[in-house]
C-alpha cells in the first residue's frame, strides 16, 4: 500500500475555501487516489476520486499533481457541515478497492 | 434508495458471550466490506467479500472473529467468545467493485463488559 501524509488538523472560517494536501510519492501507476470524510460518530463518506486528471463534483475537486505524487482536495465554500476527518487514501484497484486509512485530517469550521 | 443497513447499532454484553453484528449491502453491490475502528488503530479493514466470497481476511484479529455472506443481501461478522479489547465501532461497507466508491452503513457500537 502507498504511504500518505497528511496534516494532521486544519482549521478555515465557514464559506471560505479549503486546500487539503496530501503526499503519496509511493504511489503506483495504477493506483486510484479516493478522497473520504468521515463526520462525528457516522462512517465514512466517499467525496471523490481520481487517476491522473483533475476531477469535479458536486461536493469537492481534486487537483492532482503531474508526478501524481502528491494531490489536494478543495472544498470551496466550507460550511459547518464540512466540519470532519479527510482521509487520502490510494487504492490499486485490482486488489479489490481495499480502503487503508491513516491518520487523515480533522478540519475545523468557524462560523 | 436504502443505504447499507447495519444492526444492531449498539451493542453491550459480557465478556465471553458470542456478538453477531449484521450487515445488509446496497442492493446490487457485488463487493462487501467489514472495517474496525478504535481510537488506538483508527480505521483497519477486517475482511472483504467478492460476489460472496471472502477475498481477504488478512485483518481478521484471530480465532475469535468470524464472518460468513451466506447471500448477496446479507453478511455476518461473528465475535466468539468476545473480550473487552473487541469493544470498538464496527462498520460494513459495499461497492460495485474496481475503482468504484464504498459506501459505509452507520455501524455498530459494541462494548464488551
Known amino acids: 500500500d502507498a504511504k500518505t501524509t497528511q496534516p494532521n488538523s486544519m482549521e478555515s472560517n465557514e464559506e471560505e475555501p479549503v486546500h487539503l494536501p496530501c503526499n503519496h510519492s509511493?504511489?503506483?501507476?495504477?493506483?486510484?487516489i479516493h478522497w473520504y470524510r468521515q463526520l462525528p460518530s457516522q462512517g465514512p463518506e466517499y467525496v471523490i476520486h481520481?487517476?491522473?486528471s483533475n476531477v469535479n463534483n458536486r461536493m469537492a475537486s481534486l487537483a492532482i499533481a503531474e508526478d501524481r505524487k502528491s494531490s489536494t482536495l478543495i472544498l470551496h465554500r466550507a460550511t459547518l457541515r464540512d466540519a470532519a476527518v479527510y482521509y487520502c487514501?490510494?487504492?490499486?484497484?485490482?486488489?479489490?478497492?481495499?480502503?487503508?486509512f491513516g491518520g487523515g485530517t480533522r478540519v475545523l469550521v468557524k462560523p | 434508495d436504502a443505504g447499507v443497513i447495519q444492526s444492531p447499532r449498539h451493542e453491550v454484553t459480557e465478556m465471553g458471550q458470542e456478538v453477531t453484528l449484521r450487515c445488509k449491502p446496497i442492493s446490487g453491490h457485488n463487493s462487501l466490506f467489514w472495517y474496525r475502528q478504535t481510537m488506538m488503530r483508527g480505521l483497519e479493514l477486517l475482511i472483504y467479500f467478492n460476489n460472496n466470497v471472502p477475498i481477504d481476511d488478512s485483518g481478521m484479529p484471530e480465532d475469535r472473529f468470524s464472518a460468513k455472506m451466506p447471500n448477496a443481501s446479507f453478511s455476518t461478522l461473528k465475535i466468539q467468545p468476545s473480550e473487552p479489547r473487541d469493544s470498538a465501532v464496527y462498520f460494513c461497507?459495499?461497492?460495485?467493485?474496481?475503482?468504484?466508491?464504498?459506501?459505509f452503513g452507520d455501524g455498530t457500537r459494541l462494548s464488551i463488559l
Open positions: 509511493t504511489i503506483s501507476g495504477t493506483d486510484y
Open positions: 481520481g487517476l491522473t
Open positions: 461497507a459495499s461497492s460495485l467493485g474496481g475503482a468504484q466508491p464504498q459506501h
Open positions: 487514501i490510494p487504492t490499486e484497484w485490482a486488489a479489490g478497492n481495499k480502503l487503508t
